[in-house]
């Protein structure tokens, strides 16, 4: 592993993660109904809950509102989750307030909404995915291999907890 890379997954203490593109693979499916249908990869779950029982704090901040979303966290125990925000970085802040950490993050996200959080000063990890603008991809330190929505916090977990010397497996 490149040592620079190493040393900025060491020093996570929180992971703030988007929703479209980052934890579903950025589709929206409307039913007839006006039902809104999105998909989560169960390994993204795991993992999530890997990093929560490691001492890494998970956030979830998103620009959209949906039940689901809310669901699918309540059901993996993040407490720490905002949405229909339209600035993430006041998200995070308003995050803090409630106890999550205000330094050492690392920020998931795929799109140009997702900037703001990689600009913030107490971000020292701006991870995105392989399927990303390229104006993510170009201000991230690492990129997954696999796209949104295909499990990319399996490779942000081993990544983070390896380098941690806390990876169980």
Not at 107 to 123: E, K, R, S, Y
Not at 124 to 150: D, L, M, W, Y
Request: aromatic residues 6%; glycine residues 10%.
């Amino acid at each position: 592993m490149d040592k620079h890379l190493e040393a900025l997954a060491a020093a996570v203490k929180g992971i703030i993660l988007d929703v479209d593109g980052v934890l579903t693979d950025g589709h929206i499916i409307y039913a007839d109904n006006g039902t809104e249908l999105k998909h989560f990869h169960v390994q993204d779950g795991a993992s999530i809950k890997l990093m929560m029982q490691q001492g890494i704090a998970i956030a979830v901040i998103t620009g959209r509102r949906s039940t689901m979303v809310e669901r699918r966290c309540a059901e993996l125990g993040i407490k720490y989750f905002k949405q229909g925000v339209e600035d993430k970085a006041a998200a995070w802040g308003s995050l803090i307030s409630e106890g999550f950490p205000g330094e050492n993050i690392a920020a998931v996200g795929d799109d140009l909404q997702d900037l703001i959080l990689f600009a913030q000063p107490n971000i020292i990890f701006n991870i995105t995915v392989s399927n990303a603008h390229p104006a993510v991809k170009e201000r991230a330190h690492f990129i997954t291999q696999r796209g949104g929505g295909e499990g990319v916090c399996v490779e942000i977990a081993q990544l983070v907890l390896t380098a941690q010397n806390r990876w169980p497996y």
